[in-house]
């Protein structure tokens, strides 16, 4: 087999075999096959796409290219719960120390930003201590101890997907539903989930920009997931603009704390209970969706969620003392109130813009290199749909350089309009079982 034949066969629309498939992912994992030849290939399957079978191949691949984790000493049904990636989105934060409290054991391996698009692992690592890069033994015995380890792609799991990921976020090769569902559900089959449920993000802020689109990125992890026996469902959620009202790292994890403790923007309370009632189903401690979602409410009031949150950030070295007392993360040098220039209703947010005017300002990663800076961002005072008067504020930039500062400034205010009609969309567009 000669990579230069395979490349060709992508290229010219054909189709690859379950061998020729291993024998990529083989040697582009050991360095064989070299960065520019791989990059030839996946900008051919993003263009030509790949079938149902080739994908799963793929997937199955790319889960074999390192260790599969073997999760069976818990002894419960593990479930796991992955995004297709958004602005603002800090559902992982909240939902699985939530799911955790109630009893939904949680051994979460989570990405960095990709994109515009921010990460937990960053989101975890701006609490002073925490550390995303446990061994092997502590994570699984973390779960079997207080039920819950949350950690980034550190393990030897998917080495093939962390070299592809990073790979397509240079070369402009992230929004493939082919690409996406087999990185996505390799991480998944290689962290030892059973069952799995997935946030679809769908609009500006999402990789996939229709409901259609969507729709297909689901269905596809669904028949891998029905391929590789393990039980999927995935939640189209909206991703016009920014989920919740915090982007940045440390401002996200302040609104977590804030949600835990009872105070819930409406768009992030519904994906977390929607995701979290069935987490708790597919966990067969609850068929009942409606009633999974009370468990989940109740262990808001009871701060329950809110502890389990504080006992995994301890486990894992970082100071609680932070999350008890939100004033001690450190704070942006700048913070620019943005106002309405007249009144009416919030017509657009966009997501996709305020994500890369968020890692402009420091919240994300230009180059792989790069630092993250964890202070600054964006807080929404408004969302789409509210009314707002002539000079009300908007939101507030976060920021630690005059000049970012200038210029994101100049920016939000192209991309927010205001309108004389209130028009409002769903949050959860569907739920595919
Ligand atoms: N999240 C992933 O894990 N992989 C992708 O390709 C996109 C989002």
């Not at 468990?295 to 809110?306: A, T, V």
Request: charged letters at 30%; aromatic letters at 4%; proline letters at 2%.
């Amino acid at each position: 087999m000669h990579i230069l034949e395979l490349i060709e066969k992508k290229r010219d629309k054909k189709k690859l075999s379950k061998e020729e498939i291993e024998f990529i992912i083989k040697g582009y994992t050991n360095g064989s096959i070299p960065d520019y030849q791989m990059s030839a290939l996946i900008m051919a399957i993003y263009l030509n796409g790949m079938s149902y079978e080739e994908t799963t191949n793929m997937t199955i691949a790319m889960a074999k290219s390192g260790e599969i984790l073997d999760l069976k000493e818990i002894n419960k049904t593990i479930v796991d719960k992955h995004s297709t990636g958004g602005v603002g989105d800090k559902v992982s934060l909240i939902l699985l120390p939530l799911v955790a409290s109630l009893g939904v054991p949680v051994a979460k391996m989570s990405g960095r930003g990709l994109g515009f698009t921010g990460g937990t692992v960053d989101k975890l690592q701006s609490i002073p201590g925490y550390n995303t890069e446990i061994s092997k033994e502590k994570f699984i015995d973390s779960v079997k101890k207080i039920g819950i380890s949350m950690i980034s792609q550190s393990l030897d799991l998917a080495p093939a997907d962390k070299k592809i990921y990073a790979l397509r976020d240079s070369i402009s090769c992230v929004e493939s539903i082919a690409l996406i569902a087999s990185s996505i559900m390799s991480k998944k089959i290689a962290s030892g989930a059973e069952k799995i449920v997935l946030d679809v993000t769908v609009g500006n802020g999402a990789f996939m920009k229709t409901t259609r689109e969507a729709e297909e990125l689901a269905k596809t992890m669904i028949n891998i997931g029905k391929l590789a026996n393990r039980e999927t469902i995935c939640i189209l959620t909206n991703m016009e603009e920014p989920l919740g009202y915090a982007v940045g790292n440390n401002l996200e994890v302040k609104e977590t704390v804030k949600f835990l403790k009872g105070e819930m923007p409406e768009d992030l309370k519904e994906v977390v209970f929607e995701l979290g009632a069935y987490m708790i189903k597919l966990a067969g401690l609850g068929e009942n969706i409606e009633e999974n979602k009370q468990k989940l409410q109740e262990n808001i009031l009871n701060k329950k969620g809110y502890e389990k949150l504080l006992e995994m950030v301890k486990n894992q070295d970082g100071d609680i003392t932070y999350l008890q007392d939100l004033e001690k993360f450190p704070k942006a040098k700048y913070i620019k109130e943005i106002t309405a220039k007249e009144d009416g209703f919030i017509e657009k947010i966009p997501a996709k813009e305020i994500g890369k005017i968020a890692c402009y300002l420091g919240a994300g990663r230009e180059r792989k290199e790069d630092e993250i800076d964890n202070s600054v961002g964006i807080v929404l005072n408004k969302k789409v749909g509210d009314r707002v008067e002539k000079g009300e504020i908007i939101l507030k930039i976060f920021a630690n350089g005059e000049s970012r500062l200038k210029e994101a400034e100049e920016k939000i205010k192209e991309i927010i309009s205001i309108s004389k009609e209130r028009n409002k969309v769903k949050t959860i567009l569907k739920t595919i079982i």
